[in-house]
């Protein structure tokens, strides 16, 4: 069973040792080739949601919350944002930047999702779209630049780790 209403509020906000707002997100990605040769980033495809105030394309964010690990906050906002479940795997790192709405900065933590459930409906599926695309397409519509560098992070560890996946159904 799904939980079909996204968390609001930041009293549970997590905020680092400087004061920044800890956020946490995904690279949700799937193989095309139920993960056999990889060997390029053309070989799976990552998904992107639009932002709910514009038109925006980025990987699924939001705050990092008291009562969950990083990993679980990740994975629910994937979730909550995009309507995916899957395994979340090791950190691809920390970034801190500038928030686009505030004068603000936060510290952004970014893990690699291996998709294995799409759902048909999810909290947040009325103000966003999402998209699965090929990773060129996605580093053009991102517009994060930490983002993107996550996104290369995700890209030299698949196509170099050697590891052959399978997708699960």
Not at 8 to 25: A, E, F, I, M
Not at 91 to 107: I, M, N, P
Not at 126 to 143: F, L
Request: proline residues 2%.
């Amino acid at each position: 069973m799904v939980l079909l209403i996204s968390r609001t509020g930041r009293h549970l906000q997590r905020y680092n040792k400087d004061h920044h707002r800890l956020v946490v997100g995904c690279i949700p990605y799937r193989y095309k080739n139920h993960g056999k040769n990889i060997s390029n980033d053309d070989e799976f495809e990552v998904l992107v949601i639009s932002s709910k105030n514009s038109r925006a394309m980025m990987f699924p964010k939001g705050g990092w919350e008291l009562d969950e690990s990083a990993e679980g906050g990740a994975s629910r906002e994937s979730l909550e944002e995009a309507g995916v479940v899957g395994n979340v795997e090791s950190e691809l790192g920390r970034w801190v930047f500038k928030s686009k709405s505030q004068e603000l900065y936060h510290e952004g933590i970014m893990f690699p999702l291996l998709v294995t459930q799409q759902l048909d409906f999810w909290p947040e599926k009325s103000q966003r779209t999402r998209e699965w695309m090929t990773v060129a397409k996605a580093r053009e519509h991102c517009q994060q630049w930490w983002m993107r560098e996550a996104l290369d992070i995700l890209v030299d560890r698949v196509t170099s780790s050697g590891l052959l996946h399978q997708k699960q159904e």
